[in-house]
Nanobody, 119 residues
């Protein structure tokens, strides 16, 4: 069973920074594509960005130039560095891991961490 545990959320003023972490309990972390999603109140969950083990990260247009995704394949952890935060970044942020294995395409989610940006 894959477990994803996020940390690092909190309250920050506009223009500030936060770094989210997601620790994955998996046997072969490098096989997993890792992603961050977010869901604001009353809105659908949206993809913030994703990263594989071998390629550059991808980002939603709304966060390009402000957010950076990275992963540490030794610590089985993926990070989301968020700079120049804006009130519209307020949301619950979810870590997601997906892999194509013998059971097909499998997706796992963390419990989410709240990020609140005050104006």
């Amino acid at each position: 069973q894959v477990q994803l545990v996020e940390s690092g959320g909190g309250l920050v003023q506009a223009g500030g920074s936060l770094r989210l972490s997601c620790a994955a309990s998996v046997a072969d972390f490098t096989s997993y594509n890792m992603a961050w999603h977010r869901q604001a109140p009353g809105k659908k969950r949206e993809l913030v960005g994703s990263i594989t083990s071998g390629g550059p990260p991808n980002y939603a247009d709304s966060v390009k130039g402000r957010f950076t995704i990275s992963r540490d394949n030794v610590k089985n952890t993926v990070y989301l560095q968020m700079n120049s935060l804006m009130p519209e970044d307020t949301a619950v942020y979810y870590c997601e891991a997906d892999v194509i294995g013998i059971k097909g395409f499998q997706v796992y989610w963390g419990q989410g961490t709240q990020v609140t940006v005050s104006s």
